[in-house]
Each structure stands twice: as structure tokens, then as C-alpha cells.
């Protein structure tokens, strides 16, 4: 059974850093994208990039390019999404989901639990 | 980049037709994903390639894309559809990017 199992939730204070994880099981791990994407409070979702496990290659959306940074450890078969400085605004959910092919497109077929970040003073 | 317009709302009576709308400039010529999203929980892809269906998605669940609007149906909407639905596209134009509608909260009467 493919799961995406993600780290627990967070409590922050602005300027702090962080790192969040999502463990992969049930596929291999080397094969599929991993994607990450933020769902403020009350909001919609917002793609924030992807990641290619078996290389590292990353795909950042501008909106948060140069905020966070993806990477990997394949011998964990996690992901990882961390941010070096915390700001009020990043406080959200943050969602992890395995990239597969169709036979025409890329969708996100499963997806982790969420973990929730609350950033504040 | 692409811009895709969802209706904040829709309400259905159970045993009706539910649909929700996805506008956006020619979307008709791109792939839309449909995603649910019970509250408090995690999405769920409920259609894929414009109008597939992932295994364990039931029939009832549908999609269809043309021109400048994709729509997901929902037939016979029951009370546990009650959720909010995104929509989602690949806009590789711009560096590969995915564009999300703004969802549409689904509401059961």
C-alpha cells in the first residue's frame, strides 16, 4: 500500500528554522516525483515545487522560490522541505504528494496526512 | 501564467446533479485534475486526464473539458460528497508550473 506518512505538527517562532519530512512507503521511492503544496488557513491550495528523488532535480514555483529549499535521502526514502528563516506568513498546512504518469499528464495521486505549521511570537 | 476561476459554492439537494465549473483561457487545450478535499482531511484525486477516474472513485464522479471551461459532474451527490473541489492543470508555458483553481465548496442540502 503506497502511504506518504508526514512529520508532526509545529509550533514556531518567526526567524526560527525548520525542517518537515514525508516518509514514502509501498512504491519505489526513485520512480515518482515528490511534490509539495501550502494550504494557508481558510485557503486554497498552492503548488510549491517538486522534487525528483532519484537525482535531487527540483522545480520551484517563483511564489517560493528562495523561501524553502526540497531535498531527499533516498536511503530514508523521505523528503524533506525546510526553511531557514520563519516568518507569521508561513504559518499553514503543508501537504506532500507522490507525482505520477497518465497516459497523458502528471497528477498527484497520493498524498501525506499534512503537516501543520503555526509560526508565531 | 494560467488562471483558473472556480465558483466559491455550490449546493445540491441529495440524489441531484452536481456541477462544478473551471474557466480558464482555452483550457480545453490542457489536462485538468479533479481534487476533493473533506474537511480536515488531505485531497483526494477524483478525476484525472480530464475525465478518468482513479480505481475506488465512483461512477458517479465525471469530467469533461472544452473550450474555456472543464467541469467535474457528480450524479446522485450524496451527503458524504459534501467537501471542496479543486481543479488543476500543468501550465508547461511557464516552466512547468501547476495552477489550482480557487475551489468550490460543495454543499449538500
Known amino acids: 500500500e503506497v502511504q506518504l506518512a508526514q512529520s508532526g505538527a509545529e509550533v514556531k517562532k518567526p526567524g526560527e528554522s525548520l525542517r518537515i519530512s514525508c516518509k514514502a512507503s509501498?512504491?519505489?521511492?526513485?520512480?515518482?516525483?515528490i511534490t509539495w503544496v501550502r494550504q494557508m488557513p481558510g485557503k486554497g491550495l498552492e503548488w510549491m515545487g517538486k522534487?525528483?528523488?532519484?537525482?535531487?532535480?527540483?522545480n520551484y514555483s517563483p511564489t517560493f522560490q528562495g523561501r524553502v529549499t526540497f531535498s531527499v535521502d533516498r536511503s530514508l526514502n523521505t523528503a524533506y522541505m525546510q526553511w531557514s528563516s520563519l516568518k507569521a506568513s508561513d504559518t499553514a498546512m503543508y501537504y506532500c504528494?507522490?507525482?505520477?504518469?497518465?497516459?497523458?499528464?502528471?497528477?498527484?495521486?497520493?498524498w501525506g496526512q499534512g503537516t501543520l505549521v503555526f509560526v508565531s511570537s | 501564467s494560467h488562471v483558473l476561476t472556480q465558483p466559491p459554492s455550490v449546493s445540491v439537494a441529495p440524489g441531484q446533479t452536481a456541477r462544478i465549473t473551471c474557466g480558464g483561457n482555452?483550457?480545453?487545450?490542457?489536462?485538468v485534475h479533479w481534487y476533493q478535499q473533506e474537511p480536515g482531511r488531505a485531497p483526494v484525486l477524483v478525476v484525472y486526464?480530464?475525465?478518468d477516474r482513479p480505481s475506488g472513485i465512483p461512477e458517479r464522479f465525471s469530467g469533461s473539458n472544452s473550450g474555456n471551461t472543464a467541469t467535474l459532474t457528480i450524479n446522485r451527490v450524496e451527503a458524504g460528497d459534501e467537501a471542496d473541489y479543486y481543479c488543476?492543470?500543468?501550465?508547461?508555458?511557464?516552466?512547468?508550473?501547476?495552477?489550482f483553481g480557487g475551489g468550490t465548496k460543495l454543499t449538500v442540502l
Open positions: 482555452n483550457i480545453g487545450s490542457k489536462i
Open positions: 522534487i525528483n528523488p532519484s537525482d535531487s532535480d527540483k
Open positions: 504528494a507522490r507525482v505520477s504518469e497518465t497516459d497523458y499528464d502528471d497528477v498527484f495521486d497520493y
Open positions: 486526464d480530464d475525465g
Open positions: 488543476q492543470v500543468w501550465d508547461f508555458s511557464d516552466d512547468h508550473l501547476v495552477v
Open positions: 509501498g512504491y519505489s521511492f526513485a520512480s515518482h516525483w
